[in-house]
């Protein structure tokens, strides 16, 4: 049987990648600490002895009896209320836990994937996002413990596939929701939609003119499928290129909901990125991969998710 490892587990998209393995025929080996983790997102694993949770920190040393195909390394927070209030443990699992995880499929012989994010383009000056832009970040910033930490991650995955031979797979992940997202996760997902299902004013940063992408979470894991199982080791985008401003994002929500929240302005955060949208060229071509799930729909979704947990 083959046999995935997935480090980050019990996070939002740990659990969804864990349950698209399984489905798949592996085993399942999933780490986590829990630091954000939530380990009711794999309870409904309970008695399937394909799966196997071992709580540990992955900036420890990482020792697996058996054989190992596939190392998914997730391992991180994700979300700025989370890197902010964790950022050591962040610039940790960014730099220990990927040189741990790359270790072990080093040892394992095993194929190695690293969830990166788009945060690497900081706040950026091309747009859309190409995977050959270097970014615009500032690494003493509040949000440089983050955004470094996938820097150096994505550097140490490479330096492992040309000095060792690693068989590895970095994307660069946009702003993905979905179903398993935690109600105050502080990103602006799960913030609007909790907001407007207590009628509460939606909080917008600035004059909402700053622009996001969503992908649904189905999308992403479909494109992460596709590029474990593709033979490209540099950084591929997946996410979603329809670009809309926060404050179109926010109006979309409450009218989702049919709320009568109204809207509140706050300062910009530090280093708060204008725009973020991906160009998604070489997914298409690589991987045939793009997002089926509409806006509208995947938001439904997750609206549904939540409306029992207000």
Same mark, same amino acid.
């Given at each position: 049987?083959?046999?995935?490892?997935?480090?980050?587990?019990?996070?939002?998209?740990?659990?969804?990648?864990?349950?698209?393995?399984?489905?798949?025929?592996?085993?399942?080996?999933?780490?986590?600490?829990?630091?954000?983790?939530?380990?009711?997102?794999?309870?409904?694993?309970?008695?399937?002895?394909?799966?196997?949770?071992?709580?540990?920190?992955?900036?420890?040393?990482?020792?697996?009896?058996?054989?190992?195909?596939?190392?998914?390394?997730?391992?991180?927070?994700?979300?700025?209320?989370?890197?902010?209030?964790?950022?050591?443990?962040?610039?940790?699992?960014?730099?220990?836990?990927?040189?741990?995880?790359?270790?072990?499929?080093?040892?394992?012989?095993?194929?190695?994937?690293?969830?990166?994010?788009?945060?690497?383009?900081?706040?950026?000056?091309?747009?859309?996002?190409?995977?050959?832009?270097?970014?615009?970040?500032?690494?003493?910033?509040?949000?440089?413990?983050?955004?470094?930490?996938?820097?150096?991650?994505?550097?140490?995955?490479?330096?492992?596939?040309?000095?060792?031979?690693?068989?590895?797979?970095?994307?660069?992940?946009?702003? !993905?929701?979905?179903? +398993?997202? &935690?109600?105050? *996760?502080?990103?602006? %997902?799960?913030?609007?939609?909790?907001?407007?299902? #207590?009628?509460?004013?939606?909080?917008?940063?600035?004059?909402?003119?700053?622009?996001?992408?969503?992908?649904?979470?189905?999308?992403?894991?479909?494109?992460?499928?596709?590029?474990?199982?593709?033979?490209?080791?540099?950084?591929?985008?997946?996410?979603?290129?329809?670009?809309?401003?926060?404050?179109?994002?926010?109006?979309?929500?409450?009218?989702?909901?049919?709320?009568?929240? !109204?809207?509140?302005? +706050?300062? &910009?955060?530090? *280093?708060?990125?204008? %725009?973020?949208?991906?160009?998604?060229?070489?997914? #298409?071509?690589?991987?045939?991969?793009?997002?089926?799930?509409?806006?509208?729909?995947?938001?439904?979704?997750?609206?549904?998710?939540?409306?029992?947990?207000?």
């Amino acid at each position: 049987m083959t046999t995935s490892v997935v480090t980050g587990a019990a996070g939002f998209l740990g659990s969804h990648l864990t349950d698209r393995l399984l489905a798949e025929g592996h085993q399942v080996i999933g780490i986590d600490n829990l630091i954000t983790g939530n380990v009711a997102n794999l309870e409904h694993l309970a008695g399937d002895g394909r799966f196997k949770f071992i709580k540990q920190d992955v900036t420890n040393h990482l020792f697996l009896p058996g054989p190992v195909d596939f190392i998914w390394h997730l391992a991180s927070p994700a979300s700025p209320v989370d890197y902010l209030e964790y950022p050591i443990q962040t610039l940790k699992v960014g730099s220990l836990g990927t040189h741990n995880a790359l270790g072990l499929a080093r040892e394992k012989k095993a194929r190695f994937f690293l969830a990166s994010t788009s945060e690497c383009y900081g706040d950026p000056l091309v747009h859309p996002q190409r995977e050959d832009y270097w970014g615009n970040v500032n690494p003493v910033g509040p949000r440089g413990c983050y955004d470094e930490a996938k820097r150096f991650a994505e550097a140490m995955t490479m330096a492992y596939h040309r000095a060792h031979g690693v068989d590895t797979r970095i994307v660069r992940i946009f702003n !993905t929701y979905g179903p +398993r997202m &935690r109600l105050r *996760d502080g990103r602006v %997902v799960p913030n609007f939609i909790a907001q407007a299902l #207590r009628g509460e004013p939606l909080t917008i940063h600035g004059d909402g003119s700053q622009t996001r992408s969503f992908c649904y979470m189905d999308d992403l894991i479909e494109g992460f499928w596709r590029l474990m199982h593709a033979g490209r080791h540099e950084p591929v985008n997946i996410g979603n290129p329809n670009e809309l401003t926060i404050l179109e994002f926010a109006e979309k929500i409450i009218a989702l909901i049919g709320s009568a929240s !109204t809207l509140e302005k +706050r300062p &910009r955060p530090v *280093d708060d990125p204008n %725009v973020r949208r991906p160009d998604i060229t070489l997914a #298409r071509s690589l991987l045939g991969w793009e997002p089926k799930v509409g806006l509208d729909e995947g938001l439904r979704r997750t609206i549904a998710h939540f409306q029992d947990r207000v």
